[in-house]
């Protein structure tokens, strides 16, 4: 019989990268609920500490490292220091990401593509890489990617990032066939519209009246009819980062309000033959 202890993280130590707002924060505080101890890095340290105290308001316990992991060095330092702090490293969640701006494929500069493409790839590459290590020593653990739908169905004006996103859920395949013969499963959650600051980033050049505009009309294209909030994307990640999802590897799930299959109905129907 199922027992549901086994979503319990009680006695587990995660990292959550980009856990200073936004989905990274709502699964740093999802976690240290389900009983986590968890060390929440960004490059913002206020923020981070910010986020460690309301852990702390309830009862969890939280460790803010401030590290950039688009430089290997800190990437590093990052992960010596939570091994050094908590002894072990059992849940790993890549979710730092950016997108500074916009660009078409026509325009979009080599600054950007680099900008993107350090934080986005690198950093989820060679952090998973290093967590990897501490986790085979001690006998397994579960990394969990943050990618998007926009990995799988392109954007139009990211297309840079659209790439990284979809290079991520390969990320996610590459490690979880390398890694499974040492009891790291490694899976990814793809979202779609969440209401954060990286959202609000497509319209920030927009005048007020047309960013509520545009906002709305995203609205419109889920079958929900609303932006997601971050608190939704929590409990797949509980699911991903427990032992209730030990013979879970290389999956992908998708929190879109249904982006995707409105994305389906609305492709041109092929003419018969």
Do not use: C
């Amino acid at each position: 019989m199922f027992d549901l202890s086994k979503f319990s993280l009680k006695g587990k130590t995660a990292i959550v990268t980009g856990a200073s707002r936004g989905i990274g924060k709502a699964i740093a505080l999802g976690f240290a609920k389900a009983g986590a101890k968890v060390a929440v890095t960004s490059r913002k340290i206020n923020d981070l500490e910010a986020n460690a105290s309301e852990i702390k308001a309830f009862g969890g316990e939280a460790f803010p490292v401030q590290a950039h992991l688009g430089r290997m060095e800190e990437i590093n330092r990052m992960v010596n220091t939570v091994t050094d702090k908590f002894g072990r490293i059992d849940i790993l969640v890549n979710n730092a990401g950016t997108n500074p701006g916009m660009g078409t494929v026509l325009n979009a500069d080599e600054r950007l593509w680099e900008t993107i493409m350090n934080l986005n790839l690198k950093g989820f590459y060679f952090t998973s890489q290093a967590v990897a290590k501490v986790m085979k020593k001690q006998g397994g653990g579960k990394i969990i990617n943050i990618a998007s739908i926009d990995g799988i169905k392109p954007e139009h004006g990211v297309s840079i990032y659209n790439i990284s996103k979809a290079g991520v859920r390969m990320i996610t395949n590459a490690f979880a066939v390398e890694l499974a013969t040492f009891n790291i499963r490694v899976n990814t959650i793809s979202p779609g519209p969440i209401s954060t600051k990286l959202l609000d980033s497509h319209w920030f050049h927009l005048t007020p009246e047309e960013f509520k505009k545009q906002k709305e009309e995203l609205a419109k294209m889920t079958p929900v009819g609303r932006i997601g909030e971050p608190d939704e994307i929590v409990g797949a990640a509980i699911y991903l980062a427990s032992d209730a999802s030990s013979y879970t590897t290389g999956a992908e799930i998708v929190i879109d309000g249904g982006t995707l299959l409105f994305a389906l109905l609305q492709a041109p129907i092929p003419p018969e033959e």
